[in-house]
């Protein structure tokens, strides 16, 4: 079946440090990919999708390039902010069946 | 701006009193969905419907069940709280197609005293 896996966190980075958050995927057919935060005690709200092989997809100075040969979905940002604390799940959809799946999430912690 | 809303955003009940929370989109999406979070935890899939055809996953207990009454409304009812349903409740929706995006509600933070 369909399987999404991050990395392990928690990640703790100060402000203006790069981002790198792991994310590969299985999937059969041609999942669409997504990254989705989580602000504290907030639903979840999409940050970028891709919904095919070489998609770039950005956000709010947020990347993620949908890699087909690596089957991965890595979340990048090249300056962080303390307001980007926060749970970032990876998920994919429209592989085995319709349904999201999810990473396990990790949580970002950026210090001033 | 189109969104997805879900009511009452705290809801504080007590053991075996049942609860009804409630979404509204105005996207006018085809699929809503509800989903169980518990704390650290991703996301996880109750039910959803599809227009009025209800999809109930296999491993969600006979206490979570869900209404639709139109397009723009979704129920969900929990018959007899128990401790262990404390969580958060995500009410999402999306056009239905496989690939297609779903849009999150804000959640409902359930609390069972």
């Known amino acids: 079946g369909d399987s999404v896996t991050q990395m392990e966190g928690p990640v703790t980075l100060s402000e203006e440090a790069f981002l790198t958050i792991n994310c590969t995927y299985t999937a059969t057919g041609y999942p669409s990919l997504f990254w989705y935060v989580q602000y504290p005690g907030e639903g979840l709200q999409l940050l970028l999708k891709a919904t095919k092989a070489d998609d770039k997809g950005s956000n709010k100075g947020f990347e993620a390039t949908y890699r087909k040969e690596t089957t991965s979905f890595h979340l990048e940002k090249g300056s962080v902010q303390v307001s980007d604390s926060a749970v970032y799940f990876c998920a994919l959809s429209g592989g085995a069946n319709s349904k999201l799946t999810f990473g396990k999430g990790i949580t970002l912690s950026v210090r001033p | 701006d189109a969104m997805v809303i879900q009511n009452p955003r705290y809801q504080v009940t007590q053991f075996g009193k049942p609860v009804t929370l409630s979404c509204s989109q105005t996207?006018?999406?085809?699929?809503m969905y509800w989903y169980q979070q518990k704390s650290s935890q991703a996301p996880k899939l109750l039910f959803h419907?599809?227009?009025?055809?209800?999809?109930n996953e296999a491993d969600t207990p006979d206490n979570f069940q869900s209404r639709r009454p139109n397009t723009s409304f979704c129920f969900l009812d929990i018959r007899s709280p128990g401790l262990g349903d404390a969580a958060m409740y995500l009410c999402a929706t999306s056009r239905g197609g496989l690939t297609d995006t779903q849009y999150f509600g804000p959640g409902t933070r359930l609390t069972v005293l």
């Open positions: 419907y599809y227009d009025k055809d209800f999809n």
């Open positions: 996207l006018n999406h085809n699929v």
